[in-house]
């Protein structure tokens, strides 16, 4: 889209007079532009010509043009004022509008050129005449003076045009276009300066369709919004939208299938279940013909039913029953009704069903009636003999369609079914009651007598009374914990276990003490393989420091342990029962005498080496003293007298050392003379 090359600079042109000024313009020239004006507006008469030639001619004897608004300020190209002239006889210089190939609508937002992208401006070609055969020259002339010109001009072959473009990293800067123009002798004849026009970085906005909704179990097109909205040279406005070509469609589960896609649309086929959310990854070109993708959500609304089967007031599928005893099992049925909105699905009971079933193992274990009174229930009787065996039975919920025909209602993951267990044994579990709380029950009866853990939930909790003794916590010793059920086999026996709230805390992982000893507790219990040196950074008490080493048996810290142990193949020195870092010098151990620092057995320590608290010396070997040895060792280049791994300070003597006498001061050995 072009603005600024209508022409209304003919008419301004045709009120041009003839004269000896090399400005001159003829009307005749002009003539069809005129006449567009006339008959659009009526205006200007040939006499209101005439006499304005006269009374021009009269004062100055020079052709004189009106004043042009044709495109100053970014205004529509008004038709000038009648009689208003511009008065050009002094200078001889005639105004000459600038035409952009786009164009804002201010002063201030006259026009704009885009970073390494050009925009051709021109010289209005109805003043052709004023430059010909002269020279013009372009220039940029900024709002704020800068260093380094925030555009490149490049000169048209006649002068008559130049090509902008913005420079990188001047986005935001403005100015204006200056055009001189000089003849041949060098005066000016002409000049032209343009509205404020500003250099901008194109963009490149990409409206992607991000979600859409799909009915379940249908085939059809969806419309699929994938397009760009450019902003350059090429769409300077920034409103064209450009649909993108899309290149490849996956999605990522099989309840969508993609066929096609084609004009913003894209054919798809949906199955069941609704209510899942599918997502689609769109492999398109941008405008660069770069492939990228894009994940796009697909939601499959409807309705769906879901069934449960509830027994003695709970949801289950499995049921154990005692030989001989009757049960009964009600199907529930919710319907969701999932909207296109993907929001939230309404939820209500759906009871306008019936229930059918079959044995479909273990014919001969149970035997099952329909609940006259309630035909969403049915009544299960374990046969006396079948104690240790199983049945199963399917249950499907049937509905009387509007032509009255029996159907079965397809159930979100198929029809329900139930597994019968025959076990005499006691039945252990844990039941939720009214208050919310947790009660111990044996065979359908409420129990207080027993103390240990039940498991609920996948977590387990201590039991007293009947119920969960909140009151438990940190370690607590358990002799029997089980799980629901008839099975004899213990979860916890005879164990410390770590407690919170009455549950065990499988969370906490670090030291925690008991009846005065302190253990180490990870997943809920003891560690009763933690043996030796170990690294403790988690406490439950404020009596144990954190990131110490602490010498464990069986899980426990042996307080009252003093000597070396081992680890990550390094020997340490411990007291009551944790790694000293501040122990430095000799320490004993197991009869012998080893050289410490910093907690640990200096190995490096070899040949002499001073104790930092009685500044004795002694000679070791991989940070031992070598108490059985007694002889001559070297040090800093002199030879010293050892005796029992310790020197001989207090010695005085002489002694031979590779055939040479030496006299013993000190400890060190002389050379007799």
Known sequence: MRHGKQTAAFFLAAAMVMGNSPAVVFAEDLQSGAEQEAAATGALAESELTSCEQET????GEAILPEDNLLSAGSAQEKPEEGLLQDKAESGITDIPIISEWQGETEELWSWVYVE?????TLDEAYVEVFKNHEIKWRWEPVEAKSESAVQLTLGADG???IVTGVKGHAGEKGRLVAEVFDEAGKQTGSAKSGQIEVREPSYKYDLQTYMSVPAVWEGDVPLRMVCIPEDADNPYGTEEIP???VDIKVDKN????QGWENGYVHVESSSPVGRSVTMTLTYKRLDNVLATHLCGVYLFGKEYYGTLKSDGELRFYYTVKPGETVEAEALVNRWNYTEDGGEPIVDAFKDFYIDWSIIEGEDVITIERNKENDRSLYLTANDDADGQEAYVKVRVMHLNEEGEAEEIALKGGSLYMKVKIDKRPYRRLRRGDDEKLYYYVDGKLDTEFEGTMRYGGDDFYIKDGTVATDINGLHFVTEGYEEGTSEEKVFSNTFCFFKDGQVDEDFEGLTEYDGAKFYVKDGVVVKD????YLVSGADD?????????????????SEYKGLALYDNEWFYLENGYLDTNTNGIVEHDGGKFIVAVGRIAKEANGLWQDPKDKKWYFAANGQIQTQHTGVAGYDGKLFYVIKGELATDYKGAIKYNGVAYEVINGQLYKKK
């Open 255 to 258: 309840l969508l299938e993609v």
């Open 530 to 533: 933690m043996n030796g040196l």
């Open 542 to 558: 404020e009596t144990t420091t954190d990131d110490k080493f602490y010498f464990f048996s069986n899980g426990q810290i042996q």
């Open 244 to 246: 993108l070509e899309i």
């Open 117 to 121: 992208q050009e925009q051709k401006f």
């Open 57 to 60: 001619t009269e004062q100055t």
């Open 160 to 162: 008559g045009s130049c």
